[in-house]
């Protein structure tokens, strides 16, 4: 069975860094596609980025360009958020969802969700 474990949330000081996990437990071919999404108190679900592949069509928020990157290795089954220089406005539950292969299907797989909080 397919599970999402994410890892690496935690509080940080504004300007700070952190690094979100997302590894996939169980049996796979590949991840075909990557997602990062956010979703903070009182507000809807934001997509923060993603990419196809191996960093094909890569696309992040414009909130977050330029200071958050997306990369995976496939070799460990393991995707990642790098964010640096964090803000305050950057605090939210963050999900991966990928696109993954098995032997028996191609669907979409989503994370329990992990808190990052980033104080003033």
């Known amino acids: 069975q397919v599970q999402l474990v994410e890892s690496g949330g935690g509080l940080v000081q504004a300007g700070g860094s952190l690094r979100l996990s997302c590894a996939v437990s169980?049996?796979?071919?590949?991840?075909?596609?990557v997602g990062w999404s956010r979703q903070a108190p009182g507000k809807e679900r934001e997509h923060v980025g993603g990419?196809?592949?191996?960093?094909?069509?890569?696309n992040y928020a414009s909130s977050v360009n330029r200071r958050f990157t997306i990369y995976a290795d496939h070799a460990r089954n393991t995707v990642y958020l790098q964010m640096n220089t964090l803000k305050p406005e950057d605090t939210a539950v963050y999900y991966c969802?990928?696109?993954?292969?098995?032997?028996?299907?191609?669907?979409?797989?989503w994370g329990h969700g992990i808190q990052v909080t980033v104080s003033s």
């Open positions: 990419m196809t592949g191996d960093r094909d069509n890569l």
């Open positions: 169980g049996s796979i071919i590949s991840i075909n596609a």
């Open positions: 969802n990928l696109l993954i292969k098995t032997a028996s299907s191609l669907r979409n797989y």
